[in-house]
């Protein structure tokens, strides 16, 4: 299943600025787990929707350790590892907003 999604905040800058599209595939994990560098999106109890990157997987635990590349960004140095199950999807395709390279 495919979604098209618009990024808000600086979580990933510059490589993902505010305005920019993305398309997401959920993907079983027993055809394609998640690796290191992949970007997701993934719920979060108090956050709400979040893109960040995979820094590592536990696949015995089933969770992952995500960060933004901004030096601000939330992400799991603050609220941990997150469930494999609260991904929303992979990023297969970034789209930049109208008037960026």
Sequence with gaps: MLRLLKVSG?????????GD???IVKIPLFLHPYKIG????FTHPLYGNMIKRV???SVQNKEVFVTGSH?????SH????IRQT???GKVIW???KPGTR
């Design 10 to 18: 600086q979580s990933l800058t510059p490589g993902f600025q505010e």
């Design 78 to 81: 603050q609220f941990g590892a």
């Design 38 to 41: 992949d970007v997701v999106v």
């Design 94 to 96: 970034h789209i930049k």
């Design 55 to 57: 820094q590592t997987v």
């Design 71 to 75: 030096p601000n960004s939330m992400d």
């Design 86 to 88: 609260s991904i929303l």
């Design 21 to 23: 599209f993305v398309i």
